[in-house]
């Protein structure tokens, strides 16, 4: 029962037998990622200091540049996560292949692994716009004490265990699903901690935002285009309104509280889409159907889709049912 106020740590011990196949393992996994998250929430946090010179204290003794954020976010998950010795396996959208994690006393003894896009919409982080962490847990399939191999890594997103974002925005936020409905944390910066200040999210059943880079307006299928023309059109009092920041996490945070919907559709620029399957839209679908969305490429359910590579791109239309539904609706009449 998730309680107002709660911290994280204890959401998660008084949480821990709800799940199915509880050891601890999913718990100190848990723990060791709203670890990480804190840690990049204190470099994101300075990063308008970083050109100031000494300002930040990070400019090193030879004066050289700081690392950027994102390969700084990925270096503290992975980092986090091995010295903890608590997965098999991480994939990243940072990284070319997947990472296999030795235990040293014992071999390959966890049986998680990990797929991280450690800070998505990174481009926003020089105009100071909100960027995010997006995470998705899998249970290997291959057997404890071997190691971990592709397969592992490549299951439908409905055998995740685990995923959630964090959002590193006006607050900071950690948002998660074990699949038993989705709760958002805040961090306290002053004590480091994060409270259940989100239990239960939903997606409202209707919303009235948009979401969409209508820049690419031109090179999107048919089917969407008819469905911008929809929400823009007059007929019937449409309310309607367009919100983007690019940043995937923000977008979706905003619509899950609000109602909307976020759209990544294929385009002549990107043919196959630009999200990707196992960082980003997998993970934000687990999110979604267990707060009461929906998340499609426009035709399947993203949940079902087979993954036959680690940075396969799919198109993306998540959000409200309803929404989700009707744009699905065009793209089948406009095919
Ligand atoms: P990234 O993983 O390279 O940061 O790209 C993912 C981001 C999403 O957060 C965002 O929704 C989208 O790319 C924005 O793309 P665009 O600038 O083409 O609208
Ligand atoms: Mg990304």
Not at 144 to 171: I, N
Not at 188 to 203: D, E, I, V
Request: with cysteine.
């Amino acid at each position: 029962m998730a309680k107002k106020n709660q911290t994280l740590g204890e959401f998660i011990i008084e949480n821990q037998s709800d799940f199915q196949y509880s050891s601890g393992e999913l718990s100190r996994l848990l723990n060791s990622i709203r670890l990480a998250a804190k840690v990049v929430n204190h470099e994101v946090n300075k990063a308008g200091l970083v050109d100031i010179t000494g300002a930040a204290g990070d400019t090193n003794i030879q004066g050289e540049d700081q690392q950027k954020l994102d390969i700084y976010a990925n270096d503290v998950f992975i980092q986090t996560m091995t010295d903890r010795n608590i997965v098999c396996g991480i994939a990243s959208e940072e990284e070319d292949d997947f990472i296999t994690i030795n235990s040293q006393d014992e071999l390959h003894q966890n049986k998680y692994v990990v797929l991280i896009d450690p800070l998505d919409g990174s481009s926003n982080i020089d105009v100071n716009v909100s960027v995010g962490t997006i995470f998705s847990i899998f249970r290997r399939i291959t057997p404890v004490g071997t190691p971990v191999e592709l397969k592992d890594f490549l299951q439908t997103g409905d055998k995740q265990v685990a995923a959630g974002y964090v959002v590193y925005g006006t607050s900071t936020m950690l948002v998660y699903t074990t699949g038993k409905g989705v709760n958002g944390f805040t961090l306290n910066p002053a004590l480091g901690s994060w409270y259940l200040s989100h239990p239960n999210m939903q997606f409202p059943e209707d919303g009235q935002i948009y979401s969409i880079n209508e820049g690419n307006y031109f090179d999107f299928p048919e089917g969407i285009k008819k469905y911008i023309k929809y929400c823009q059109s007059e007929e019937e009092d449409r309310p309607y309104t367009s919100r983007y920041i690019g940043s995937l996490v923000s977008d979706f945070h905003r619509n899950m509280i609000k109602g909307g919907i976020y759209m990544y559709p294929k385009s002549t620029k990107n043919p196959k889409g630009k999200l990707r399957l196992l960082y980003e839209c997998s993970p934000m679908a687990f999110l979604a159907e267990q707060a009461n969305g929906v998340a499609s490429d426009g035709y399947n359910r993203i949940m079902e889709i087979m993954p036959t590579e680690l940075h396969q791109r799919v198109p993306f239309i998540c959000g409200s049912k309803n929404m989700v539904e009707k744009a699905e609706e065009f793209m089948q009449k406009f095919k």
